[in-house]
C-alpha cells in the first residue's frame, strides 16, 4: 500500500493521506535552529541543542500519537472548525496534501470551501521559522473566519521540563506587545534568551495561559477559545505558556488571504539583557517581524532555501539506468546525510533530544557521507570532536552540543570511538587535500597541555595499543560499534578482559590510513611504524579469529568465542565478516568464504540480520544484546548500519551482483511498495527492521538519525559507483550490476567539476582518459580549483 509519490522533479515527497503508519517527518533549519515537523505538524524546534535550549514542548508518549507541534485552527461563523494540518482536530478533511521538500514542508487541505496551504521553513542564516499561510474561498459566498495560531513552549531544558513540575509550574513567564508573544521564562534569572511568536493581521486576541486556551480538562483537537470564537488576552504567569493568535479574516468568493507566522530564538549579551527601564530588550524583533511579514520577502527566503539545496547537492549528481538509485543519491540520501551531521542522535522521533547529544563514533561516521557537501563545516566538526579526547587517547562517547561538554553520564570507554576519529580525518584529508589541520592546536578533556590535531591521531591510535587483552586483541571496554554487546558486566578480571575482533580490523584500516598520512607529511618513522603494527593485528586476527567459514566477533571476560559455532545462539555476527575485506585482514580466498556465509546464514528479503541464531535467554556475559526480544535491535534484528559494510566487502570482491542486491534490499525507496510492512518514511534510511525472529519481519524504527545514511552513500558512490577520493586524486573503479550498460557522475572534487561518463565494454581493458588523454592507472590527478574537466572511463576487463 502507497501513502504518497517521489515528486523527483521538485525533490519532495508527497503524503496524501495524514494517518500514515508512523508520524511521516521532516527537519526544518541547517545549522543553528531547528526543527522537527510531521506531516500533519507536529512536532517542536530547538535552537542548537534540543535539551538545553528547547523551544517548544513536545511529549514522545502521547495519546493520540504525534499530538503537539505548530497548529492552526480555522473557525468558520456558524462555529464549526478544523485544522488545515489534518491534527490536532483530526476532522475529515476533503482534500490533503503534504509535501517534505528540502528544509521545507507544505502542507495543503481543503475542507468546506476554504483551500488552506501552510509552508514551514526556516529561512537560511535565520534564527526563526515562518509559517507561510494560504486561505483561498473556493466557494461563493464571503466567509467570515477566525484564524486561531498555536504552539506550546517548553521550558528551555527539557528534562526539566519534563520532570521538575515542583519548579517548573511556577516559573512559566510571558509578555505581548503588538501581536508579538515573548517567552521569557526565566530570563530575569539565569537566561539571556527568549522565544519569539509574532504574527501581522487583523489580531483580535490572544492567549499565553494553557488552560485558558483549552479549557479545563480539554484537548488540543478542541479548545474552549476556538470553540467559543473568542480569546481572553491571558497572560501566563506560572503553569504552561502557550502562544495563541486569534486573526480576522474575511475571505470573499475566490479571493485568497496570506498570513505569515514566525516563531523565533533571540540571544542577547549579558550586558545587553535589558532596556534602560529594566524591560526586556527586544531589540531587533519588529523589524524582523516587518520583513518577514512581507509576502515576497518570504517567497525570496524559500526561493533562497531551495537554492541553496540545489547548490550543495550539485557537488554529486549521477545518471544512472536505476531511478531508486538516482533518487536516492542524487537528492534524499545527501540530505539525509546533512541532517544526521547536524543532529547526530540528539533528536528525532525515536531520539527524545536529552539524552544523547553528539556521538563521538557517531559523529565521525556522520561525517563521512557530508564532507563533500561543506567541508569547512566537516573541518570544525573534526576538532570539536578531539576537545573530547582525552589525553590517554580515549574519549567521550557523547557530548552536549550548546556546552561541547563531555556526558559524563555516559562517561568513555567504548573502544573503538578513538578509531572513527583517524577514519574520520582520512576523510576529510582525501576530499580537500587540506593538511593544515594536523597542525590546529587542540585541547584534551581532561586538561594537560594542547596537542596539534595530528598527535590526537597518533593518541587515538595508540590507545588501541594500550589496551590489548590475553589474545594481543584489542580490548572491548564498556563496548565496541555494538552498543549492546557489554562483554565486561560481570568480570573479576582486572583490566576488563573481553576483546573485540571488529575493533581490531579497525584498528588495521586506521592504521593504515594514519601510515599514508605520516608518509605525506614525512613522518616516515611514524608510518614504518604504524604499518608494523597492523601487520601484526592482522596475525593475530587470523590466528585467532577465524572459525573456519567466519570470523568470530570477541571473546568474553572468560576468554570464550563469540560468534563462533561453538555457541547455542550468536553464532555468527555480521560486523566482522565485511571488515575482514575491508581492513585486509582475509585475503581473496577467505573474504569470499565469509562473505558467503553472511548470504547463507544472515541475509533475508528485508535485509542482513546482525546476529544468528536470535538470543532466547538473558546473559550477562553478552550483556544487552541479549535482552531485546529476538528479532529487534542487536539481538538479531536487522541492524541496517552494517548493511553497507556488505556492500563494500562485495565491491571489493568484485561480486558486483551481491553488492547490488544488498544495497537495494535496504533502500528506502525501493521498499516504499512495502510502506504497510516498513510503516517509518520511504525517503529515509531506518536504524533497525525488524529480523525474520519477529512477529512484525520487515518493520523499521528508528529513522532520520542513524549511521546508516552515511554508510550507505559511501557504499553507493565510492564503490558501486567507485567514485572516491584519495590522498593523491579521484579513483574511478566502478562495481556496477552486469545489467547497466554505464553511468554519468557530476562530481565537484577539491574546487575543481568533473564530468564523469562511464561505459561498459566487457571486450575491452579498463581506460581513463581525462580530456581526452589518456591516463595510466584508476586515478584521476590533482588539477587547480576553478576549472572543468571531462573524464572518460571504458569499464573492462581488469
Given at each position: 500500500?502507497?501513502?504518497?509519490?517521489?515528486?523527483?522533479?521538485?525533490?519532495?515527497?508527497?503524503?496524501?493521506?495524514?494517518?500514515?503508519?508512523?508520524?511521516?517527518?521532516?527537519?526544518?533549519?541547517?545549522?543553528?535552529?531547528?526543527?522537527?515537523?510531521?506531516?500533519?505538524?507536529?512536532?517542536?524546534?530547538?535552537?542548537?541543542?534540543?535539551?538545553?535550549?528547547?523551544?517548544?514542548?513536545?511529549?514522545?508518549?502521547?495519546?493520540?500519537?504525534?499530538?503537539?507541534?505548530?497548529?492552526?485552527?480555522?473557525?468558520?461563523?456558524?462555529?464549526?472548525?478544523?485544522?488545515?494540518?489534518?491534527?490536532?482536530?483530526?476532522?475529515?478533511?476533503?482534500?490533503?496534501?503534504?509535501?517534505?521538500?528540502?528544509?521545507?514542508?507544505?502542507?495543503?487541505?481543503?475542507?468546506?470551501?476554504?483551500?488552506?496551504?501552510?509552508?514551514?521553513?526556516?529561512?537560511?542564516?535565520?534564527?526563526?521559522?515562518?509559517?507561510?499561510?494560504?486561505?483561498?474561498?473556493?466557494?461563493?459566498?464571503?466567509?467570515?473566519?477566525?484564524?486561531?495560531?498555536?504552539?506550546?513552549?517548553?521550558?528551555?531544558?527539557?528534562?526539566?521540563?519534563?520532570?521538575?513540575?515542583?519548579?517548573?509550574?511556577?516559573?512559566?513567564?510571558?509578555?505581548?506587545?503588538?501581536?508579538?508573544?515573548?517567552?521569557?521564562?526565566?530570563?530575569?534569572?539565569?537566561?539571556?534568551?527568549?522565544?519569539?511568536?509574532?504574527?501581522?493581521?487583523?489580531?483580535?486576541?490572544?492567549?499565553?495561559?494553557?488552560?485558558?486556551?483549552?479549557?479545563?480538562?480539554?484537548?488540543?483537537?478542541?479548545?474552549?477559545?476556538?470553540?467559543?470564537?473568542?480569546?481572553?488576552?491571558?497572560?501566563?504567569?506560572?503553569?504552561?505558556?502557550?502562544?495563541?493568535?486569534?486573526?480576522?479574516?474575511?475571505?470573499?468568493?475566490?479571493?485568497?488571504?496570506?498570513?505569515?507566522?514566525?516563531?523565533?530564538?533571540?540571544?542577547?549579551?549579558?550586558?545587553?539583557?535589558?532596556?534602560?527601564?529594566?524591560?526586556?530588550?527586544?531589540?531587533?524583533?519588529?523589524?524582523?517581524?516587518?520583513?518577514?511579514?512581507?509576502?515576497?520577502?518570504?517567497?525570496?527566503?524559500?526561493?533562497?532555501?531551495?537554492?541553496?539545496?540545489?547548490?550543495?547537492?550539485?557537488?554529486?549528481?549521477?545518471?544512472?539506468?536505476?531511478?531508486?538509485?538516482?533518487?536516492?543519491?542524487?537528492?534524499?540520501?545527501?540530505?539525509?546525510?546533512?541532517?544526521?551531521?547536524?543532529?547526530?542522535?540528539?533528536?528525532?522521533?525515536?531520539?527524545?533530544?536529552?539524552?544523547?547529544?553528539?556521538?563521538?563514533?557517531?559523529?565521525?561516521?556522520?561525517?563521512?557521507?557530508?564532507?563533500?557537501?561543506?567541508?569547512?563545516?566537516?573541518?570544525?566538526?573534526?576538532?570539536?570532536?578531539?576537545?573530547?579526547?582525552?589525553?590517554?587517547?580515549?574519549?567521550?562517547?557523547?557530548?552536549?552540543?550548546?556546552?561541547?561538554?563531555?556526558?559524563?553520564?555516559?562517561?568513555?570507554?567504548?573502544?573503538?570511538?578513538p578509531l572513527w576519529l583517524i577514519l574520520a580525518a582520512a576523510s576529510y584529508l582525501k576530499e580537500t587535500g587540506d593538511f593544515t589541520i594536523l597542525n590546529e592546536v587542540v585541547s584534551f578533556a581532561d586538561g594537560g597541555d594542547p596537542a596539534p590535531f595530528y598527535q590526537h591521531l597518533l593518541r587515538s591510535l595508540e590507545y588501541t595499543l594500550h589496551n590489548l587483552g590475553p589474545h594481543g586483541l584489542p580490548l572491548i571496554g564498556q563496548a565496541d560499534w555494538n552498543d549492546c554487546l557489554n562483554l565486561n558486566l560481570v568480570t573479576e578480571n582486572e583490566g576488563k578482559t573481553a576483546e573485540s575482533i571488529l575493533i581490531g580490523e579497525m584498528f588495521i584500516a586506521a592504521g593504515e590510513e594514519l601510515a599514508c598520512i605520516a608518509e605525506i607529511i614525512g613522518k616516515s618513522e611514524d608510518s614504518i611504524r604504524f604499518r608494523e603494527e597492523t601487520r601484526k593485528m592482522i596475525d593475530k586476527i587470523n590466528q585467532w579469529g577465524w572459525d573456519g567459514e567466519w570470523y568470530l566477533r570477541a571473546f568474553d571476560d572468560r576468554g570464550l568465542p563469540v560468534g563462533s559455532k561453538q555457541n547455542q545462539e550468536g553464532r555468527i555476527f555480521l560486523e566482522t565478516q565485511p571488515w575482514a575485506i575491508m581492513s585486509g585482514v582475509a585475503n581473496l580466498e577467505r573474504g569470499k568464504v565469509t562473505m558467503d556465509s553472511v548470504e547463507k546464514y544472515l541475509a533475508t528479503p528485508h535485509g542482513i540480520i546482525l546476529q544468528q541464531p536470535a538470543f532466547t535467554q538473558f546473559s550477562l556475559h553478552l550483556g544487552e544484546c541479549t535482552s531485546y526480544p529476538p528479532g529487534l535491535k542487536e539481538n538479531a534484528g536487522i541492524f541496517c548500519h552494517p548493511n553497507p559494510w556488505a556492500v563494500i566487502a562485495e565491491c571489493k570482491l568484485k561480486r558486483a551482483e551481491k553488492a547490488w542486491n544488498y544495497w537495494l534490499t535496504i533502500c528506502p525507496s525501493w521498499r516504499e511498495k512495502v510502506s504497510e510492512v516498513h510503516r517509518q518514511e520511504p525517503y529515509v534510511y531506518a536504524q533497525m527492521i525488524a529480523g525474520p525472529d519477529h512477529p512484525h519481519f520487515g518493520e523499521a524504527k528508528n529513522s532520520w538519525l542513524t549511521g546508516t545514511a552515511s554508510w550507505a552513500l559511501i557504499s553507493a558512490t565510492q564503490w558501486i559507483l567507485g567514485i572516491r577520493p584519495d590522498y593523491q586524486g579521484l579513483i574511478v573503479d566502478p562495481c556496477i550490476p552486469a545489467d547497466w550498460k554505464g553511468f554519468q557522475v557530476q562530481r565537484w572534487f577539491r574546487g575543481v567539476q568533473f564530468t564523469i561518463v562511464v561505459e561498459r565494454k566487457p571486450n575491452e581493458k579498463y581506460l581513463l582518459k581525462v580530456d581526452g588523454k589518456t591516463i595510466s592507472g584508476k586515478t584521476i590527478p590533482i588539477f587547480s580549483p576553478g576549472s572543468e574537466h571531462l573524464v572518460e572511463v571504458i569499464l573492462g576487463e581488469d
Open positions: 500500500m502507497l501513502y504518497g509519490y517521489f515528486d523527483d522533479q521538485n525533490k519532495e515527497y508527497v503524503i496524501e493521506r495524514p494517518d500514515t503508519p508512523q508520524p511521516w517527518i521532516n527537519y526544518l533549519g541547517e545549522e543553528s535552529y531547528f526543527g522537527i515537523i510531521s506531516n500533519t505538524a507536529g512536532g517542536y524546534s530547538f535552537y542548537r541543542d534540543a535539551r538545553l535550549r528547547r523551544i517548544l514542548r513536545y511529549r514522545y508518549n502521547n495519546i493520540p500519537q504525534d499530538e503537539g507541534g505548530r497548529y492552526l485552527y480555522i473557525r468558520f461563523s456558524d462555529g464549526d472548525f478544523f485544522s488545515p494540518t489534518w491534527q490536532p482536530v483530526r476532522k475529515k478533511l476533503d482534500f490533503y496534501r503534504c509535501r517534505h521538500g528540502l528544509g521545507y514542508t507544505i502542507i495543503s487541505s481543503l475542507y468546506r470551501d476554504i483551500e488552506s496551504e501552510i509552508t514551514y521553513f526556516v529561512p537560511i542564516g535565520e534564527e526563526l521559522e515562518i509559517w507561510s499561510v494560504k486561505l483561498f474561498n473556493r466557494g461563493k459566498e464571503t466567509l467570515e473566519l477566525d484564524v486561531f495560531s498555536f504552539v506550546e513552549f517548553c521550558l528551555w531544558n527539557a528534562l526539566d521540563d519534563a520532570t521538575n513540575f515542583q519548579r517548573n509550574l511556577n516559573i512559566g513567564e510571558v509578555e505581548v506587545e503588538e501581536g508579538v508573544i515573548y517567552h521569557i521564562t526565566e530570563y530575569r534569572e539565569r537566561r539571556d534568551h527568549y522565544a519569539f511568536f509574532g504574527a501581522v493581521g487583523n489580531i483580535v486576541g490572544f492567549e499565553t495561559d494553557r488552560e485558558s486556551f483549552l479549557g479545563p480538562y480539554e484537548s488540543l483537537s478542541s479548545p474552549y477559545s476556538v470553540r467559543e470564537g473568542k480569546t481572553s488576552n491571558s497572560i501566563a504567569c506560572g503553569w504552561a505558556p502557550v502562544g495563541v493568535h486569534q486573526i480576522k479574516v474575511t475571505l470573499p468568493s475566490q479571493h485568497e488571504e496570506r498570513i505569515q507566522f514566525l516563531l523565533g530564538y533571540k540571544e542577547n549579551l549579558t550586558q545587553h539583557k535589558f532596556t534602560a527601564e529594566r524591560r526586556v530588550n527586544k531589540e531587533g524583533i519588529p523589524s524582523l517581524l516587518q520583513r518577514f511579514t512581507n509576502h515576497n520577502e518570504v517567497d525570496r527566503a524559500l526561493g533562497k532555501l531551495k537554492s541553496y539545496w540545489k547548490n550543495i547537492l550539485e557537488r554529486f549528481q549521477v545518471q544512472t539506468p536505476n531511478t531508486h538509485f538516482n533518487r536516492m543519491i542524487n537528492v534524499w540520501n545527501q540530505y539525509q546525510c546533512m541532517i544526521t551531521f547536524n543532529l547526530s542522535r540528539s533528536a528525532s522521533y525515536f531520539e527524545s533530544g536529552i539524552s544523547r547529544g553528539i556521538g563521538f563514533r557517531d559523529s565521525n561516521q556522520d561525517l563521512l557521507g557530508f564532507v563533500h557537501l561543506i567541508p569547512d563545516r566537516a573541518r570544525e566538526r573534526l576538532l570539536d570532536l578531539s576537545s573530547t579526547q582525552f589525553q590517554s587517547g580515549g574519549a567521550y562517547h557523547q557530548y552536549q552540543p550548546l556546552t561541547r561538554q563531555g556526558n559524563d553520564e555516559i562517561g568513555a570507554g567504548f573502544n573503538d570511538d
